[in-house]
């Protein structure tokens, strides 16, 4: 009998080790590719066809919900916070800095979650569908492709604050940046990589209009960006008001997913204060921007890397949160 009970958890493991070749351990429990493989089968389905929808429609959504993903994930962890509107006890992070009138592509999770609550109710989280949508988002436009795991459940609750404090902002110092992604359990490898999803999307010409207009505060120019191309910016972005007017953030290949980004960066060519400091405040980053301004192929694998890296920031797993039915407000 014991020798059978051996054998049973032999083959019970060998059986399971497959799966969990592609697991990550959370600290708080497992995130796996195939989470829906049985309770929700067309998940990656659904949310790819909505997302292909929305981007073919509109070029920048891909960049917006890349985004979203993002922001979510460097408050409270990836656990769509982001996504909760404001009620009498809960203050949307939509209010915060980072995200107001910035943040977009919240109806395109809505007719996501809508689909899936069809499809299979009260089973897909807002989190994983995020997370998912970036994946998609970034296919979508060029570049590369990667297993989402899987198994997030959703917050019961925003922060404000968190918002305000932890995603790193435009005119932050390099080492400030590198310290809020540090706290997330992310390197300089990874600030690198994923800086580079500003090969798509837009900015305002509110977030770069410091470095176009004297950033040093002695009337003197920034020589971090060629001078010829802040000329260019400038007519469209003012000294005073224009604040929302939009930029592409990769000016050569502004809708496709690619490594431009970084050879922008090189020539001087980086919109935001964020970007530029990557080639001029650190050796280390300096040096991977070099590469990956040579190597599209090195580039999309690291970025792929740290993607997975930064969706497994703190996320709520087993009994923790809950599955929302509405991606907007918690469930009553």
Known sequence: MAQFINLFMVFTLLSFAPLCSFCYNTNVGYLYPQFYDRSCPRTLEIVKSIVA?????????????????????FVKGCDASILLDSTGTIISEKRSNPNRNSARGFEVIDEIKSALEKECPHTVSCADILTLAARDSTV???????????????????????????????NNTFQTILTKFKLKGLDIVDLVAL?????????????????????????????TLDQSYAAQLRTRCPKSGGDQNLFFLDFVSPTKFDNSYFQNLLSFKGILNSDEVLVTKNQMSL???????????????QFAKSMIKMGNISPLTGSSGEIRKNCRKINT
């Not at 959504?61 to 979510?72: C, E, I, K, V």
């Not at 979508?140 to 790193?168: H, Y």
């Open 287 to 301: 040096e991977l921007v070099k590469k990956y301004a040579e190597n599209n192929e090195l580039f999309f694998e």
């Open 195 to 223: 800086s580079g999803s500003h090969t798509i999307g837009n900015a305002r010409c509110v977030s770069f209009r410091q470095r176009i207009y004297s950033q040093t505060g002695n009337g003197q120019p920034d020589y």
């Open 53 to 73: 929808k929305a981007v073919a429609k509109e070029a920048r959504m891909a960049a917006s919900l890349l985004r979203l993903h993002f922001h979510d994930c």
């Open 140 to 170: 979508l436009t060029g570049g590369p492709s990667w297993e989402v795991p899987l198994g997030r459940r959703d917050s019961r609750g925003a922060s404000l604050s968190g918002s305000n404090q932890n995603i790193p902002a435009p």
